[in-house]
């Protein structure tokens, strides 16, 4: 059979330079950079841009002067890269640019706008996406005994890994240990401060072309597997480990595994045969889930696999290794989750200034998390399917 | 100082978890959950159940998604229930919020899971299963929230 994503291909992707704050941008001119970046980075050109994808499609249409043209401006992350896709693979489109950045949106005195919900339910409570995983984290350490000290050594990885990333905003602020961690100040607990994510701007974009364009192209990535799961919208309803739907199969504190499953089913592949996971890290926690949830290890196990140095520099499944949103960058709400894919990307070119993992044929990127009741996960593959 | 005020601080002496004092960030009831929120003030549970199947939800639906069935109800729980997952927050996302306050998952009796915040109870001896008991604090003049305060 042949594969359904045999022809297209990520031939491009770009960050822009990312920062706490970059004055002058906004989400649109930042995202647009990106988008030039990665048309660059693709040797495209802009005239060869015939569809749009992320949360702000439609602008950049217009912006870059790019009508009549094919766009999907509603998903976010991982599944906005589906959408470029199937848009590459139906034949509707040849260059499909996804594009998101995130600007001009902090202040110092209050928390990112798109970390506190105003759904009724949580809003009186104090729910945040701090609160809202540490539910998740402390009902996985309640019944698998997972500790504050395991949480705390996989930040630890993540961080180190931004530390050792000169495009990372917090490049040089390290390295840690897990104890520099624990002794940070707590924000939700079993949270500190240094287990969660940073707020930031920055603009990220990718191109897909179709496969007679990415063959020429020995840096084009290949979508070999990819899958989506969801439990219900983010933050509006209590996030419960073992909540199910109405097949009363997987809960939703495994949120992810059915699409992990799924992913290694699409490319013929195994847990085994991934070279680097480019995990989504908004909290420590999510580390050790995922790799319990896609297949690394048992369930239970992720704790102890963390602190085995196994997903650190050198270990047979290095994860986020540009330091992700700890410690590289969390612009906003979409272009950190293209972040994940684009590392991916670069992890199979060579290209990475640091922690590339040697010889990297097979990377897993991932969005989401259990806090939110989602998670997508993307196998990226070196060879055409 | 209000009235309301004076009674959440009364509810909880120093060093325990304690009820918001007014002027947090109000929740903003919809109609689909009108039913919850009259209970409220009238410091009942008051929580959606489906006619049909008796499928106890998370939130008021317009289909029961354990069984189709359009009949939502509403039905009064006994309010007791035990800790399922809980937070400590040191670090709020609004300052209008008290640190410390524990956000948590109750197992109510009757099978709903309910997320409200516990109280009355020091921050540092939260335990899995910890039995529960709800209660109503002002959060405004027109709204009360259930907390759950340990059952002595």
Known sequence: MTHPFRDVAIVGVHNTPQARRLPGHDASSIALEAA??????????????????????????????????TRRPN??????????????????CRVVLA?????????????????????????????????????????????????????????????????????????GRGPFTAADILSSPLVAEPFHLLDCATTSEGG?????????????????????????????????????????????????????????????????????????????DPFSFEIIRQLEAYGFCEPGEGGSMVESGAVGPGG?????????????????????????????????????????????????????????????????????? | MSATDAENLEASPAGLLSPQPLGIRLPRPSARSEPFWQGCRERRLVLPICGDCGFRALRAFAVCPHCNGKSLGWEESAGRGSLYSWTVVWRPPHPSFVVPYAPAIVALEEGWWFLSAVVGHPSDELREGLALQVEFHPASDEVLLPYFRPVP
């Open chain 1, 36 to 69: 030039l970046g990665a048309l660059t980075d693709a040797g495209l050109a802009v005239e060869d841009v015939d569809g749009v994808v992320g949360q702000a499609a439609a602008d950049a249409v217009l912006e870059l002067g790019l009508g009549p043209c």
């Open chain 1, 75 to 92: 998903a976010l992350g991982i599944p906005s890269i589906l959408d470029a896709a199937a848009l590459v693979t139906t034949g509707q």
């Open chain 1, 99 to 171: 594009l998101a950045g995130g600007a001009g949106l902090l202040n110092d005195t209050s928390a990112a706008p798109w970390t506190t919900p105003p759904n009724e339910l949580v809003a009186g409570f104090g729910l945040f996406t701090a609160a809202e995983f540490a539910l998740m984290a402390r009902r996985h350490m309640v019944t698998f005994g997972t500790t504050e000290h395991q949480l705390a050594s996989a930040a630890a990885i993540v961080r180190n890994n931004g530390d050792q990333n000169p495009e990372a905003i917090y490049y």
């Open chain 1, 204 to 280: 990220c974009a990718l191109v897909l072309a179709h496969s007679d364009i990415a063959r020429r192209n020995s840096r084009s990535a290949w979508i070999v597997g990819c899958g989506s799961d969801s439990f219900g919208p983010a933050y509006t309803v209590a996030p419960v480990w073992d909540l199910t739907g109405r097949t009363g199969t997987r809960s939703a504190g495994w949120v992810g595994a059915r699409a992990a499953q799924a992913s290694f089913a699409m490319a013929g592949l195994h847990p085994g045969d991934v070279d680097v996971a480019e995990f989504y």
């Open chain 1, 316 to 385: 047979s499944l290095p994860v986020t290794t540009d330091g992700g949103t700890m410690s590289f960058s969390h612009p906003g709400v979409a272009a950190q989750q293209f972040q994940r894919v684009v590392r991916g990307v670069q992890q199979l070119r060579g290209e990475c200034t640091s922690r590339q993992v040697g010889d990297a044929e097979v990377a897993l990127c991932s969005n989401g998390g259990s806090g939110a009741l989602f998670a997508d996960v993307l196998l990226l593959g070196k060879e055409h399917p």
